[in-house]
């Protein structure tokens, strides 16, 4: 099992930037790529951003693109989210997770490995 533990949520006002952590422990694959999503209250839960295992190759939905910044560190198995210019539609609770393959995907489905969400809340 891998566990995925997120951090970093809080309050910020509109135009402010906020980092996101995900860290993974247990049972870690060779090589995993990381996602993450985002869910709005009575909604489903929509893709923010993706990254491969080497952090090459990151993919993001059309609404964060130019906004948000995926990364990870390897050596310390974590993934972060840098959010700038942050608007409050972008409040929802952000999940971090993993999936047992070299690439990312957008597709919530096809991820193993699950954090417990983090709330983020943009307002004045």
């Known amino acids: 099992q891998v566990q995925l533990v997120e951090s970093g949520g809080g309050l910020v006002q509109p135009g402010d930037s906020l980092r996101l952590s995900c860290a993974a422990s247990?049972?870690?694959?060779?090589?995993?790529?990381m996602a993450w999503f985002r869910q709005f209250p009575g909604k489903e839960r929509d893709f923010v951003a993706s990254i491969n295992w080497s952090g090459i190759n990151t993919y993001y939905a059309t609404s964060v693109k130019g906004r948000f910044t995926v990364s990870r560190d390897n050596a310390k198995n974590t993934v972060y989210l840098l959010m700038s210019s942050l608007k409050p539609e972008d409040t929802a609770v952000y999940y971090c997770a993993a999936r047992t393959t070299w690439r990312g995907s957008e597709r919530i489905n096809e991820y193993d490995y699950w954090g417990q969400g983090t709330q983020v809340t943009v307002s004045s």
């Open positions: 247990g049972h870690i694959p060779e090589r995993y790529a």
